[in-house]
C-alpha cells in the first residue's frame, strides 16, 4: 500500500516558479518511479516528469528546460520545481507512484495567470 500527500499548489503569475512536493508513504516507494502528472478542465490527464529509483529523469516536451523532478529517498519525497510558468501550465497536479499498481495523490491546484 503506497500513500501520496501533495503540497505545494497555488496561484502565481507569468514567470514565475512554484514547487511541487509529494511525501509517500508505503515500505516499497523507494524502489518504484516516481511521477508527476497533471490534468486541465476538458483535457486528459498527462505525464509532466516522471524518476526512477536510480533518478534517471524523463519529461513531457512541453515542460523541458523548465521543470525539474527530484527525488529523496530518505525521505520518501518527490518535488517538481517549475520555472517560468506559463498559463497553459494550469491544471491539477497529480503525484503518481507505479508498481505494477499504481497510487495517485489527491492532487493539488496550479494557477498561472497571465
Known amino acids: 500500500q503506497v500513500r501520496l500527500d501533495e503540497s505545494g499548489g497555488g496561484l502565481v503569475q507569468a514567470g514565475g516558479s512554484l514547487r511541487l512536493s509529494c511525501t509517500a508513504s508505503?515500505?516499497?516507494?523507494?524502489?518504484?518511479?516516481l511521477g508527476w502528472y497533471r490534468q486541465a478542465p476538458g483535457k486528459q490527464r498527462e505525464l509532466v516528469a516522471e524518476?526512477?529509483?536510480?533518478?534517471?529523469?524523463s519529461y513531457a516536451d512541453s515542460v523541458k528546460g523548465r521543470f525539474t523532478i527530484s527525488r529523496d529517498n530518505n525521505k520518501s519525497t518527490v518535488r517538481l520545481q517549475m520555472n517560468s510558468l506559463k498559463p497553459e501550465d494550469s491544471a491539477v497536479y497529480y503525484c503518481?507512484?507505479?508498481?505494477?499498481?499504481?497510487?495517485w495523490g489527491q492532487g493539488t491546484q496550479v494557477t498561472v495567470s497571465s
Open positions: 503518481r507512484a507505479n508498481s505494477n499498481i499504481v497510487y
Open positions: 508505503g515500505s516499497i516507494v523507494r524502489f518504484i518511479p
Open positions: 524518476i526512477t529509483s536510480g533518478g534517471s529523469t
